[in-house]
């Protein structure tokens, strides 16, 4: 069933575990911080060849103005969507409030990744 598939994917991705958290404390500089970032751009012409999806690690500074965003204040399971689109040219919508978790995030967006790598292949 689905929960299994998504149990068995979480105990294979926690053998990174460490290998993440090094290349995080690796990225981050004092006063800096450190966001998983993912991307979803989907083609307005509903074009699906077009469509792109990314996840990395990206370092923000706080105390940079071009850097103040909402994502330097997440603290602990803390989620963000910046939302853009035809209604929001100029500023994104943002949706922004705590996780369930780290293992339920996890697997959530794991099964996110999935639906979205299956529609574009």
């Known amino acids: 069933g689905g929960c299994e598939n998504c149990a068995a994917s979480i105990r294979v991705l926690e053998a990174f575990d460490e290998a993440i958290a090094l290349r995080v ?3 981050a500089k004092p ?6 970032v993912g991307t979803v751009e989907l083609d307005v012409d509903a074009n699906p060849e077009k469509d792109r999806v990314s996840i990395d690690f990206k370092v923000f500074d706080p105390s940079d103005a071009e850097d103040k965003t909402p994502i330097c204040r997440l603290r602990g399971n803390d ?3 910046a939302i853009w689109s035809a209604n929001y040219t100029t500023s994104p919508l943002i949706v922004m409030g705590p996780g369930s978790g780290a293992k339920r995030v996890a697997g959530g967006v794991f099964a996110d990744l999935l639906r979205v790598a299956a529609k574009l292949s």
């Open 25 to 27: 404390q690796h990225l």
């Open 31 to 36: 006063g800096q911080v450190v966001r998983c």
């Open 79 to 81: 989620m963000m969507a």
